[in-house]
């Protein structure tokens, strides 16, 4: 098994530019969720997943989107990036109901200029 | 606002030297309180789940304890690959259980 993966692993945007970062699992995990990490923040939640066609919002949604069209696949949105959307991307995934032992990709670095 | 709190930012140990890490929580009625291990460039990694004070879980050279404000990282000799930076997470009962509140983690190097 892959795991979760996640392309791609650094990208460089400039501000009002568009492009969606990938995420795939293997696991077969109805459960997927996309955070972003900033230092001196904790990890924080964008946006989940319970299963296919089925998403919500999390802590901070403003200016991503997310589509959820089959189990595996759960790609992130940047509609018109901003620098304030520089961070580090993390995508999980797990069992319903056990959000707390999800397993994480390895991450996007995001830098908007 | 559920918060989350941990302790030390940074700690340097020598190899054997044990310690503790500590997080301390503020929520509306605990869910479950998890610790995870995230090492430079990569995702969190899933440690322990503790759902009640008084709780204790071990994992080789890691124990993590529970009490109603705070739980402790403990680290019994620890060895370099045991370097990471540690996180903490809260999930409250009440809301949308897919919420965690993290902390901005611990800097855990251990030396030679």
């Known amino acids: 098994n892959a795991g979760v993966t996640q392309t791609p692993k650094f990208q460089v945007l400039k501000t009002g530019q568009s492009m969606t970062l990938q995420c795939a699992q293997d696991?077969?995990?109805?459960?997927m969720s996309w955070y972003r990490q900033d230092p001196g923040m904790g990890l924080r939640l964008i946006h989940y997943s319970v299963g296919a066609g089925i998403t919500d919002q999390g802590e901070v949604p403003n200016g991503y989107n997310v589509s959820r069209s089959t189990t595996e696949d759960f790609p992130l949105r940047l509609l018109s990036a901003a620098p304030s959307q520089t961070s580090v991307y993390f995508c999980?995934?797990?069992?319903?109901?056990?959000?707390?032992?999800?397993?994480f990709g390895p991450g996007t670095r995001l830098l908007v200029l | 606002e559920d918060q989350v709190t941990q302790s030390p930012e940074a700690l340097r140990l020598q190899e054997g030297e044990s310690s503790s890490l500590n997080c301390s929580y503020t929520?509306?009625?605990?869910?479950?309180l998890f610790w995870y291990r995230q090492d430079p460039g990569k995702g969190p990694e899933f440690l322990f789940t503790?759902?009640?004070a008084g709780e204790e879980k071990e994992k080789e050279r890691l124990k993590a304890t529970l009490t109603k404000k705070e739980s402790f990282l403990h680290i019994t000799a620890p060895k370099p690959e045991d370097s990471a930076t540690y996180l903490c997470a809260v999930q409250a009962r009440t809301g949308t259980a897919s919420k965690l509140t993290f902390g901005t983690g611990t800097r855990l190097q251990v030396t030679l």
């Open positions: 929520v509306s009625g605990l869910r479950g």
């Open positions: 999980a995934s797990s069992y319903s109901g056990r959000v707390e032992t999800q397993y």
């Open positions: 503790l759902y009640s």
């Open positions: 696991m077969n995990h109805e459960y």
